[in-house]
């Protein structure tokens, strides 16, 4: 089975349609590790689009500061901003779906899926020492995480803690990690609707657990179009802007 995990969309239409036509046909089921509102212009678009396909999804941060189950104290004006319209544009109905979305960790698909860290779903994940603890205490050989937006991940065996390269290069859409049986793996999938890594493509995941390989992809997208309409909506401009950059 070919499983599609997907992280940070971000109410990005664009680069979510992007990434579906580009692995059409190749996955069979879905996953999202949360954050599909917040920043973006499309809120109500992605959340059924995801909905749609049937994806087992976790809350996100956005998803929770949206829905009104954590305060926005500790995000930047910015991103409150961006917050505050969201829930002006949500249907009710989308609305509800955001505030029933389940904490991670949850076993899904044959995996773990968490939008942080393994032990607080608010917390990043950017060192091993980050790191250790998901790959020690989830109850499964592979865990997904997000959050970072940073497309990436760490692998542990015998106490050793390997930081893993994944990304495509420039001229490529993907880059295969081979699984190994003895290891333990915390994998990020990358940002679909807002990068973070410098490079500015929708990022996701495939994992093939047949044949013990997960794709890690990138693929480009149209971003001013998303800028545009996010410049139409008044949404703040850094984050318009930031889509350009990758960062
Ligand atoms: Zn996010």
Same mark, same amino acid.
């Given at each position: 089975?070919?499983?599609?995990?997907?992280?940070?969309? =971000?109410? *990005?239409? #664009?680069?979510?349609?992007? @990434?579906?036509?580009?692995? +059409?046909?190749?996955?069979?089921?879905?996953?999202?590790?949360?954050? %599909?509102?917040?920043?973006?212009?499309?809120? *109500? $678009?992605?959340?059924?689009?995801? !909905?749609?396909?049937?994806?087992? #999804?976790?809350?996100? *941060? =956005?998803?929770?500061?949206?829905?009104?189950?954590?305060?926005?104290?500790?995000?930047?004006?910015?991103?409150?901003?961006?917050?505050?319209?969201?829930?002006? /544009?949500?249907?009710?109905?989308?609305?509800?779906?955001?505030?029933?979305?389940?904490?991670? &960790?949850?076993?899904?698909?044959?995996?773990?899926?968490?939008?942080?860290?393994?032990?607080?779903?608010?917390?990043?994940?950017?060192?091993?020492?980050?790191?250790?603890?998901?790959?020690?205490? @989830?109850?499964?050989?592979?865990?997904?995480?997000?959050?970072? =937006?940073? /497309?990436?991940?760490?692998?542990? /065996?015998?106490?050793?803690?390997?930081?893993?390269?994944?990304? &495509? !290069?420039?001229?490529?859409?993907?880059?295969?990690?081979?699984?190994?049986? /003895? +290891?333990?793996?915390?994998?990020? &999938?990358?940002? %679909?609707?807002?990068?973070?890594?410098?490079?500015?493509?929708?990022?996701?995941?495939?994992?093939?657990?047949?044949?013990?390989?997960? $794709?890690?992809?990138?693929?480009?997208?149209?971003?001013?179009?998303?800028?545009?309409?996010?410049?139409?909506? !008044?949404?703040? $401009?850094?984050?318009? =802007?930031?889509?350009?950059?990758?960062?």
């Amino acid at each position: 089975m070919r499983l599609l995990v997907l992280s940070d969309l =971000h109410a *990005n239409l #664009t680069a979510l349609e992007a @990434s579906l036509e580009a692995a +059409k046909g190749s996955w069979e089921r879905v996953v999202c590790l949360g954050d %599909v509102v917040g920043y973006g212009p499309d809120p *109500n $678009e992605v959340s059924t689009r995801i !909905r749609e396909l049937g994806a087992a #999804t976790i809350r996100g *941060n =956005h998803d929770k500061a949206v829905a009104d189950l954590m305060s926005t104290e500790d995000f930047n004006p910015v991103a409150k901003m961006a917050v505050n319209w969201t829930r002006a /544009q949500l249907s009710n109905e989308n609305m509800d779906w955001l505030a029933a979305l389940p904490q991670g &960790p949850l076993e899904a698909e044959g995996v773990v899926l968490v939008h942080g860290a393994f032990q607080d779903e608010d917390e990043y994940v950017f060192t091993p020492s980050q790191a250790l603890e998901g790959l020690l205490d @989830s109850s499964l050989p592979i865990t997904f995480y997000g959050h970072t =937006h940073h /497309q990436g991940g760490f692998a542990y /065996q015998d106490s050793q803690l390997e930081v893993l390269q994944v990304h &495509p !290069r420039e001229n490529e859409m993907r880059c295969a990690l081979r699984v190994e049986d /003895q +290891k333990r793996y915390l994998l990020n &999938p990358g940002s %679909v609707g807002q990068p973070r890594d410098s490079d500015p493509r929708a990022s996701f995941a495939i994992a093939d657990r047949e044949h013990q390989v997960v $794709e890690f992809w990138r693929v480009p997208y149209d971003i001013e179009k998303v800028q545009e309409r996010m410049r139409n909506a !008044r949404l703040p $401009e850094p984050l318009a =802007h930031r889509l350009s950059l990758g960062r």
